[in-house]
């Protein structure tokens, strides 16, 4: 098995990795099938309209995750990485005066955002809680092609027929490449450093320059701090009212400037570094809430969680430099593999126990690891991590990742220092394996009712508007 870091840590847009990287994603996925030669075009018939449909948890959440608009943008050649937030609003209204997409190397397609984008939340798709469909018809209105995606998680999108090839395999996740070390869940993992001798970064960092240079390796990986650093600062230095109707105020730069005051008057506060990694998460997140350039780690919904950590360690400590920020990175895409690999990392299948629980643990092994940890003891650190957000639900207040995903970013973060703190000073034996945790946060979202599961259909999603 094997997932590259990038897999995992993927730089694009908020506010959703699966609700909206993934349908931009799919959009995009489904333009190159149009254009392509593998579906049996009718002879002098040509595509003169498209259209799309969302379904399962993308319907009943997918006006408050942006995923109407990802579809747009994603049809009209946009693509999660590239896209200027900036200019999202006027080529979205711009489609929708013009009722036609012109993606680039396509011919003009009729596309009527109104009528050709169908929320659906009375039909759903059976492969994944995140379906969705495009449609492409003739000047006739004829149906010529029709392709089903599924987002998976993380920015992860599948067709219909990939999606049953993993089902096949037992994985939930895309087929790996031939590496080194080819670990599938953390017993292996555990085993390989021990007969290599090597720690988990060092594992992930062979099996990563088996399909390119360390220079492209090292350069990737600081463009991915780069990015996550620049959200973190973005975030500190705006203010205002997010986007959603929620009218939920940005609260990261007010909280920053009073710890700066504290910082340089010298106060003790015994609660210092919790209320920096609080702030730091919550800076990310409010960006994610915003539409704003974020990087998936492993999620959107979750991308605070593994900065805040990163920066934490910059911050409070003085043997921090950028070899270890990229072990940080390298032992934390280990774990989220396994995870990934093992059960989920999507809120819309088994709740936010998949996303911000993975990001704790992902987060609590990195720190582990930079801290000097065994790979034992990195191990340990992920599994008191995820041991304790077992269960969480995914219930977003009006469909928005914001209450009470921001906060949740910021204790997460908290968790997965205690969980590196706890880790780092025993010897790394302990009671529940990682493997045991990750297979109970399987089982556990599976049990889950769906309404708990990216639906807004209960939880907080209900009960604070009621009230």
């Known amino acids: 098995m094997f997932l590259s870091v990038f897999d995992l840590f993927k730089i694009g847009i908020g506010p959703s990795s699966s609700h909206t990287m993934g349908p931009m994603t799919a959009a995009r996925r489904f333009l190159d099938e149009v254009a392509g030669n593998d579906w049996p075009r009718p002879a002098g018939v040509t595509v003169e309209r498209v259209g799309a449909s969302l379904h399962g948890s993308l319907a009943y ?27 999202a609003d006027a080529i979205i209204a711009r489609i929708a005066a013009e009722k036609k997409i012109v993606p680039p190397g396509h011919p003009a397609y009729r596309f009527d955002p109104a009528a050709d984008l169908v929320l659906d939340k009375k039909t759903p798709l059976t492969g994944h809680a995140n379906g969705m469909a495009f449609y492409a018809y003739d000047a006739g209105g004829r149906l ?20 049953q090839r993993m089902k096949a395999r037992g994985s939930v996740t895309t087929e790996g490449r031939k590496v080194p070390h080819p670990f599938r869940n953390a017993a292996e993992m555990l085993s390989m450093a021990e ?15 088996t399909h390119m240079t360390r ?8 463009a991915i701090w780069a990015a996550m650093k620049g959200c973190i600062d973005r975030g500190l230095g705006q203010e205002g009212i997010m986007p959603g109707g929620l009218k939920v105020r940005r609260r990261a730069k007010q909280l920053h400037d009073k710890l ?31 539409g704003g350039r974020v990087v998936t780690a492993p999620t959107n919904g979750a ?10 360690w910059l911050h409070f400590h003085p ?49 582990c ?20 957000h077992l269960g969480m639900t995914c219930d977003p207040v009006a469909g928005l990742v914001q209450v009470p995903c921001i906060e949740r970013n910021a204790l997460g973060a908290v968790k997965a220092v205690t969980a590196a703190s706890l880790a780092i000073k025993g010897d790394g034996k302990h009671f529940v394996p990682l493997d045991s945790a990750i297979e109970t946060m399987r089982q556990t979202g599976l049990d889950m009712n769906e309404k708990y599961k990216e639906t807004s259909l209960g939880g907080l999603a209900v009960n604070v508007v009621e009230c």
């Open 215 to 222: 220079e492209e390796l090292d350069s990737g990986l600081d």
């Open 369 to 388: 690891a930079v801290m000097s940890g065994t790979p034992e003891q990195v191990e340990n650190a992920a599994e008191i991590a995820l041991e304790h």
């Open 144 to 163: 010529l092609l029709k392709r089903i995606y599924y987002s998976i998680g993380g920015g992860f999108v599948v067709s219909e027929e990939e999606l």
């Open 260 to 290: 700066q005051e504290q910082w340089q008057q010298n106060r003790p506060n015994p609660l210092l570094a919790n209320d920096w990694l609080s702030i730091y998460a919550m800076a990310v997140n409010e960006e994610n809430a915003g």
């Open 303 to 312: 991308a605070g969680v593994v900065p805040a950590v990163m920066r934490y």
């Open 61 to 87: 959440t997918g006006i408050g995750h942006g995923s109407d608009r990802a579809v747009i943008l994603g049809l009209a050649g946009e693509s999660p990485q590239t896209v200027d937030p900036d200019q």
């Open 319 to 367: 043997e921090a430099d950028q070899a270890s920020i990229r072990d940080f990175l390298l032992t934390a895409a280990a774990v989220g593999g396994i995870i990934k690999s093992n059960a989920s990392i999507s809120g819309a299948e088994v709740g936010c126990q998949g996303e911000v629980g993975s990001a704790s643990a992902m987060a609590a092994a990195g720190l």
């Open 195 to 209: 007969r290599s001798g090597l720690s988990i970064a060092d594992m992930k960092r062979v099996n990563e320059e």
